[in-house]
Structures are given as structure tokens and as C-alpha cells.
């Protein structure tokens, strides 16, 4: 049996499961918040607990786990970004008693587990034909902005995993640069996750609404209620907050797609492209995205998929777990 993971800022999702038919088979799957959590370690004894009080047979053993997790891998151990927890591979596989543990970058996983996404789960944004072997791009748009990349080597696809949500960001329009100097004035620094994140989106609000261009109704904005508000149509500034988001998100995306040449592809990932796929699939994102001058064209060839699956995560977890 495979113990697979993904213990992100806002949810950590734990599965044991099967993989011989070539897809994942969770036996037992459960969700916890990560925020109050007192340590990685006391929510997988929680978990590990009622496993084996519901396993199927006395001779069920978990022979190999995975875990992504959302901060920089160091050797087979990571220290969380946004929250104060530690994953580490070897302590866990000494305290558990599991022969081997491995532990990657949050991104690395969904990055290895789009191969297991159900079709009905990834959705074209832009069209286009993935060349085998070439780059591929992968976006974590969640609590905080996670990105990996996939490249050949000697013929197969490695992940190289980066702080790439970290970098500054470049605003490509007289708006983006009014949403930088924003941000720049009250942090001093413009990261991308300052903007393609939860707590982007409540920047960029804020930023709109600065401006006193549309009245203001919402008496909380937190983000889940600014994307709510945008796509029922009930609220005029979350609606531009999140259309500038996504132009952002075009553009950011782009950036990295231009960088190496993504001809692979780009995938989009993480628990907000979901919750806004509508308004990825409206054309703002593919224009930004395509902003490129002079290699626009390149851009325009490139295939964009959204992966609205949650457990993207885990499942590229579980098959790292199956490598040795």
C-alpha cells in the first residue's frame, strides 16, 4: 500500500491506495485544515490511526509514501512557506515505521500527477498541440502561487522545481503597472504571489477600489466573497478586481511559457483556478497570455489546460511514491 499527500496552507489531503492498474486507487481518503494544526506529524498519526482501524487485512502494510508540499524542497525534508510546519521525509518514515518516504515541492507533485487527472477534470483555456518532450509549465494559483517545470532529460520529462511565485512581478499594462506601484508603496517589494494568490485578489480589490471608480458593497473582502461576488454578477468592483486578476494571471503565465519555450504545454492548478474557470475561459487570460511581441505567434501555438481537480496533488504524490 502507498501513503500520498498534499499538505498545502489551507488543506492537507491524506489517501492510502493502490496503483496497479496503472491509476491511483485511494482505500482511505480524508481532508484537514492545515491552519491550527499543531504539527505535520500529529495529523498523520490521526490519519495512520483510523487506517489501521479500518484496513482491510492484518497483512495491508503502507510500503512507500510521497508527500508534496507547498514550500522549498531541501534534501527529502520541507519547511512550509505560509504556515509553521516541517515535513520531513526520513523522521517520518523512522517514527511510522514506512521504508520510504519521499518529500518534493508542492508543484513538483501536481506537475507528476496531471498524468492522472481524469479527462472531465482538465479544461481547455487555449487550444493547441503539446509537443512530446518539449517544456511544460505548471501554475499553483491557491493560498500562495506555486510554480514547477517539466523537462526533458535524456528523454524523460524531470521536474524542476523553483520559488518561482517569489519572483517580482512585471506588469505589461498601464493598469498592471498602477496594481504594482499599489503594492510596491505599501510593501516595498512586487512579488507575483503578491498578486495571483488568495491574498492577491484582496489586493487587487483593494487596489479598484482605491481608485473610487465603482461603489463598494462588499462588507468583508475576502477573496472566496470577491470571486463569488464577480461571477454572480452582484458586486461591479469584485467583477473588475477579478477580471485584472486574470489578466495577471495571463500574463505571469505567459511569462514562464516564454521563458522555456513551453510547447508541452501549460497547466494551470491550484484551488482558485476552479473556483474561476469561468472567467479563465472569457478570452482575457489567452490575450494576456499571448501579449508576447515578438513571439506572439509562439505563444498563441502553446496548449493551456486548467486542472479543476483538487487531488492533483496527491495522485502525482502516489506516483512519486512508486518510483524508487
Not at 461603489?215 to 454578477?233: E, H, N
Amino acid at each position: 500500500m502507498i501513503l500520498a499527500g498534499d499538505v498545502g496552507a489551507t488543506k492537507i489531503l491524506l489517501e492510502v491506495g493502490e496503483s496497479r492498474t496503472g491509476r491511483w486507487e485511494p482505500v482511505l481518503s480524508r481532508r484537514f485544515a492545515t491552519e491550527g494544526a499543531a504539527s505535520f506529524a500529529a495529523v498523520l498519526e490521526a490519519f495512520l490511526k483510523e487506517w489501521r482501524e479500518s484496513r482491510p487485512g492484518a497483512g495491508a502494510k503502507i510500503t512507500s509514501a510521497g508527500f508534496g508540499v507547498a514550500g522549498p524542497a531541501t534534501g527529502n525534508r520541507v519547511k512550509m512557506t505560509n504556515r509553521p510546519l516541517v515535513v520531513d521525509g526520513d523522521a517520518i518514515s523512522e517514527r511510522f515505521r514506512v521504508p520510504r518516504v519521499r518529500v518534493v515541492n508542492d508543484l513538483v507533485a501536481s506537475a507528476h500527477g496531471i498524468a492522472w487527472v481524469p479527462a472531465r477534470e482538465c479544461v481547455t483555456i487555449q487550444p493547441g498541440r503539446a509537443v512530446e518532450g518539449e517544456p511544460r509549465v505548471v501554475l499553483g494559483v491557491g493560498t500562495g502561487l506555486g510554480i514547477s517545470y517539466l523537462m526533458s532529460v535524456d528523454g524523460r520529462l524531470r521536474e524542476l522545481a523553483g520559488e518561482g511565485g517569489h519572483a517580482g512581478f512585471a506588469p505589461a499594462t498601464r493598469e498592471q503597472a498602477g496594481l504594482w506601484q499599489a503594492i510596491f508603496a505599501a510593501e516595498g517589494r512586487v512579488s507575483a504571489e503578491m498578486i495571483l494568490s488568495g491574498r492577491g485578489l484582496a489586493n487587487v480589490y483593494e487596489y479598484l477600489q482605491g481608485k473610487n471608480v465603482h461603489p463598494v458593497t462588499l462588507q468583508s473582502p475576502l477573496p472566496a466573497r470577491i470571486s463569488q461576488a464577480a461571477l454572480d454578477g452582484s458586486d461591479a468592483l469584485s467583477g473588475a478586481a477579478l477580471d485584472l486578476f486574470v489578466e495577471c494571471m495571463g500574463t505571469v503565465a505567459g511569462d514562464h511559457a516564454l521563458s522555456t519555450m513551453a510547447r508541452g504545454g501549460v497547466y494551470l492548478t491550484g484551488g482558485i483556478v476552479g473556483k474561476i474557470l469561468p472567467r479563465l475561459q472569457n478570452g482575457r487570460f489567452r490575450e494576456a497570455f499571448c501579449a508576447k511581441s515578438p513571439h506572439s505567434a509562439v505563444l498563441m501555438r502553446i496548449p493551456v489546460r486548467a486542472i479543476t481537480s483538487e487531488r492533483v496533488g496527491v495522485l502525482g504524490a502516489a506516483l512519486l511514491a512508486t518510483q524508487r
